[in-house]
């Protein structure tokens, strides 16, 4: 199998979530440190029988992503729980043993989650297993608003195209033509592509590469909001990012 361009590993066992799920509480806030993309078997996540796939995790200072098998692990992994140690400090010597979830993580205002989109996924987490996301950056928002509310909800591809990096671009649209074929022969012979175990080769690197782009559009485009003359826009993001939550659940 080819190698992903990001150490990756699947993390299918209680065990393995429970030891990642440990370390997040503690990772950098600024930057972010999580990089989110959630993958269904294809269709819209709010159908009846529609199930996830994957829910992917992109940890730079880790320097590696993680694909979460929901299939595997079933849709109680929102709530399995792992213990988290806080460090000592002045007032208390010995530091506080509390207890994590991925719920927790998602829903926390405190721990920021960059996606990409988060339409169908903030839909699916709120209808499907009462995960109510906050602490979010959406790197489309974040373009419209960076365009200055010029060019609204246009797609990741789109996004990688036009404003990142050359070698970063090149990469992704790769990658991406190569899932596309996968994705297009695993379904034609009547199977679905996010439900084969184990993965495809090629749909393995389409999960990776959904979230590589991601810590470079949200560079990109904070970079380009922190212009003295972009103070307008860049004070409206996260109410913007909070209206277009909203709205999505009320449709």
């Known amino acids: 199998m080819s190698q992903p361009p990001v150490p990756t590993t699947i993390i299918s066992s209680t065990t393995d979530l429970q030891s990642l799920l440990s370390k997040i509480p503690a990772l950098p806030t600024s ?3 999580l990089y989110v993309s959630i993958v269904g078997n294809g269709s819209y996540y709010g159908q009846p029988g529609e199930r996830f796939g994957f829910l992917c995790l992109y940890i730079p200072p880790h320097n590696k992503i993680y694909l ?3 299939q ?3 849709e109680g992994v929102f709530t399995i729980t792992a213990p988290t140690n806080t460090a000592p400090t002045p ?3 010995s530091g506080n043993t509390t207890s994590t979830s991925l719920k927790a993580i998602l829903e926390s ?3 920021p989650k960059v996606f990409g989109s988060i339409t169908s996924e903030c839909r699916a987490l709120d209808w499907r297993f009462g995960v109510s996301v906050a602490g979010v950056h959406a790197t489309f928002i974040l373009q419209w608003a960076a365009s200055r509310y010029t060019c609204f909800n246009i797609g990741l591809s789109e996004c990688v195209a036009r404003h990142a990096p050359a070698p970063v671009a090149n990469e992704y649209l790769y990658l991406h033509l190569r899932e596309e074929a996968a ?3 695993i379904k034609g012979s009547g199977d679905v592509p996010i439900k084969q175990r184990p993965l495809h080769e ?3 690197l389409g999960l990776v590469n959904t979230l590589i782009p991601l810590p470079v559009l949200f560079r990109v485009y904070t970079d380009m909001l922190s212009a003295p ?3 307008e826009y860049r004070d409206t993001v996260q109410s913007k990012t909070e209206d277009w939550i909203a709205e999505v659940l009320r449709r």
């Open 31 to 33: 930057p972010p440190s």
């Open 229 to 231: 003359d972009m103070k």
């Open 91 to 93: 007032d208390d010597e």
């Open 202 to 204: 090629d749909i393995f």
């Open 183 to 185: 994705y297009r022969a």
């Open 109 to 111: 205002p405190t721990i």
């Open 72 to 74: 595997q692990l079933g």
């Open 68 to 70: 979460i098998d929901i």
